[in-house]
């Protein structure tokens, strides 16, 4: 029904005197709508950011299906249970709940307000005139109250708290995709943390082998004290990282306990030793795609889109409002009805509402450039991933044929040593550089893994089943 027919409807049913009043607020509604008054909005809309049609890096492998649980593609069974266990015990992410909880529950508030609302009232009292008489009075009826959404307010309001609150549903995703991958990475980082600890057990070993036989060497006149004191430094230096190992190893623990949603220094985790194997990469799809799969983008949009809902909202509230009701009950003994409309409408103040609108309009803009911003470093995120993983995979080639030259050097200093040839120098600079190459490698590794985990980040998904996030709201 339109406008001018829900006041024509009116207009029938209020007394003759009344139908003044109503005419006056027909010809203003016929002036608003004549000119072309209200805000348009959107929804679909988009960044003006013209991407390009495919990333600059192709797989140079088939892609792995994709899979709104990434992490499954790493067959890893314990992994599996950590993230499932974060996303079900972690504290940030029950915030988020609530935070969703009262989003559905301000969308409940903000759509009833297009109803009418009925109110029941009884009362009564005693009054003493002055001849001491007494004059009891009682009151039971109904009353009903209801704005009519002639220009729409009421409705762009409710829309604007529907996209809000899915915008904070998508927040709740983003937070949960967030979640996995740190859970991921340090579960890997504590998996490489182990294999650490081992390499410099191992090298105090080397270290304290080899200091056995220059001390040996040196006892029989074929080495000197210096060779001695370079080897003892040497060790103690490998033993030096030994305390920092120890505690990242701890800090890496800590840290897995708390984004499970248990407290620090847990007995309870389970970990592997041992490094995964990376998967294929996934499919990567086009840059555009991230608008629909990344949660941050889709809550960005949506809340580019509740703002423009506020801008008609705005729009809407400088034309004049209509407001109608009813009453209908007994008045001391006596069954009564009444019916009331009223409109309002602003005359002057002095640019209040217009400002709003503007505002509101400038808040829009506001959206608009932090989702356009957002999906050019979105893109970025994506892109950065892919060509750090492949850089990294040249690296540890490079890294590892170094390794194999290093290792031959050492061996023949070594050899050199022994017969005589040269002084210990070059054994000690041939062990460092491979001891030094080991390290490098195994950090290298964990650094490939992180960028496979900022690579699933970046291409979003919605890690949280679409049961977790139907909260029941009634009303």
Known sequence: MSARQSVLSMNCLLSPGSRPVLAFLLLLISFFVSSGCGHVVQEDVRPP???QP???LEPSAPEADSCHQWWQ??????LNNHIQRAL?????????????KQARHLQIQEDSRRYPSVDGRVSGGSEWETDGERDESSRVQLELTWEVDLWGR??????AADSEAEATEDALQGLALLLSTEVADTYFQLAVQHLYQELLHRQVTANETSLAVIKLRFANGAASLVDVYQQQALLASVKARIPLSDAQNIVLRNRLSVLLGQPPESDSLALRYTLPDIPALPKLGVPVDLLQNRPDLRQLQRQLVAADYRVAEA???RLPGLKIGGAAGWVTGDFLTSIFAEALATIVDWGEKKSEVEKKKAVVEEHMARYSQRYLVAIQEVEDALWQERQHERLLVALNEQLRISKATLRESRSRYI??????LPVLTALVSFQSLEMDILRRQQERISYRLLLY???????????????????
């Open 154 to 159: 009421l409705s762009a309001a409710a829309k």
């Open 54 to 56: 495919s990333y600059t």
């Open 457 to 475: 980040r970046g291409l979003g998904g919605n890690v949280l089943a679409p049961e977790l996030l139907t909260l029941k709201t009634e009303n």
């Open 49 to 51: 950011v013209i991407p």
């Open 315 to 317: 729009v809407a509230d």
């Open 88 to 100: 079900t015990e972690n504290f940030s992410l029950k915030e988020g709940v609530a935070r969703l």
């Open 419 to 424: 017969q005589g040839v040269t002084d210990y």
């Open 73 to 78: 593609v790493f067959n890893d069974p314990l």
